[in-house]
């Protein structure tokens, strides 16, 4: 017993050790970028998938030390995996709500707007029953939303609700002809890509990302309010990665990458 | 001399204690977080009550109740015929109805939209002649159900049937037994434990099903949204915290725990054959 404790004890010591010695190293081979070195997880919105991967390898390529995880999901749901304790560095929201919940929690610092989206309607290219946004509250229209509290669905029901104002009965009729609520903006854009629905709710980046497989209906603007992305570092003491990562998300560099996936400036 | 030396015996013990304690508390800590959450927050006894969370068990029983049937009544000739037949490529036939229990369940989703879908194989001529389309029904919810779950099922029956006695059937026949009645009243008793336990198993992945149905089925209150899907959603909702899917996840153990303890009381002999 007792020898099997000194055994471990070397073990111990010996890991640490070289774990030391590997982090200097790090380190030290980086030494023009200020040795900015580790890792961080980066929660971000399904429908920043594509930006974001993106980001993550050129902000990889400039630091050479770092290594960035992506953990995409609906906002909603990465907000209850923060707040369950979820190791996240870095939280980017496709609304204000969820990123209030982490806030709320104690956990989200200096929340940032980032980038903007809109939503529109997308139907499969090929099917011609959904022509116009008022279309979606037709008699048997298969339509698809995002579930009630991710970003997406949110945003969606909201611009139904604006539309029921102007024309009473619609969010009745649209609602009626929900077939599935989904767990964020890509199944949802699946299910339509798919043929399965008539109809479905996305961000206009989701509908230019599947290209020809749909078609794109916009929603009356007096309907919709932009969709806004917060990003903020998450947990009491934020590392230098996490900070850096955000910070270059808001520098001109990676602005430029969201604008080219189609996120407008905030 | 012994048989037994006394060292060798303290090994054993401490293997036991060591990593059956180990094992146990692994085993014991995740539902012991359960329980604790549903004590500690008032608003999971209250959410258990809502009408979501009855609509998505009700959902839930009567889907995995009929997939299990149908994975009786379509598994039980199959399932004989392998266990007494012997063919060339009978591996083969094994292994593809095992198949769905390797697969990630999303790959069954796949699987059942590029053949049942609006596109699918059977589902684009189906929806034109008839206007029959399975996704986002309750239909879909069994169908993905069922090829998860009928494997589990079909494997336990397939073994069951393997350690009967074929002598016992061949003297049925002799004192004039029709195939049929000699099934109905020879095998299916022997094999009876194997069978229970073979439905409990199927059961059981029924009611768990998520991915294939998430794919195949969507989500909606009251028709495809089962109880998994319900606890998935439940956890997308930040304004109920973590309580929404905490007591999802607690009512959906009880009805678990309460059916596997009834085939448990109800099953004979089941140390020796079944459960296997």
Redesign the interface.
Known sequence: MMRLRRHSLALVVGLLSVAVVSCGDDGSSDANEGALAGNVVVSAASSLTDAFTELAETFEGIHEGVSIELNFG?S??L??QI??GAPAGVFASANQA?MQ?VADAGLANDPRVFAQNRIVVVTPADNETVQTFADIAADGV?L?LA????PVGDYARQAIAAADAAEPGFEEAALAN??????NVRAVLT?VE????DAGVVYETDAAISGDAVRVIPIPSEYVSPAVYPIATVGEDPSEVARAFVAYVLSPEGQAILAKYGFSAP | MQLRSPRADIVALALLVGLGGIFAVYFILPFAGLGERAISDGRVWELTRSSEVRAALVLSLWTSVLATLLAIVLGTPIAYWLSRSSFPGRSIVDALIDLPIVLPPTVAGVAL?TAF???GLVGEPLDELTGIRF??TSTAVVMAQLLVAAPFYVRAARAGFTSVDPQLERVAYTLGASRVETFVRITLPQARAALTAGIVLCWARAMGELGAT?IF?????GK??TMPLAI??A?????L??SGAVSLSIILLVVAAVVLVFFRAVTPDDRGSAWR
């Open positions: 609906s909603s749901s907000a209850s707040v369950e969820q919940v298969r698809v579930g009630a509290e991710v929900l077939v599935s609520e989904e767990a299910k798919l043929g399965e629905a | 939209l879908g609006t596109r996704t986002f998430l089925a969507g989500s909606l209150e495809t949204r998935v959603d956890f997308e909702r930040t304004s915290g973590l």
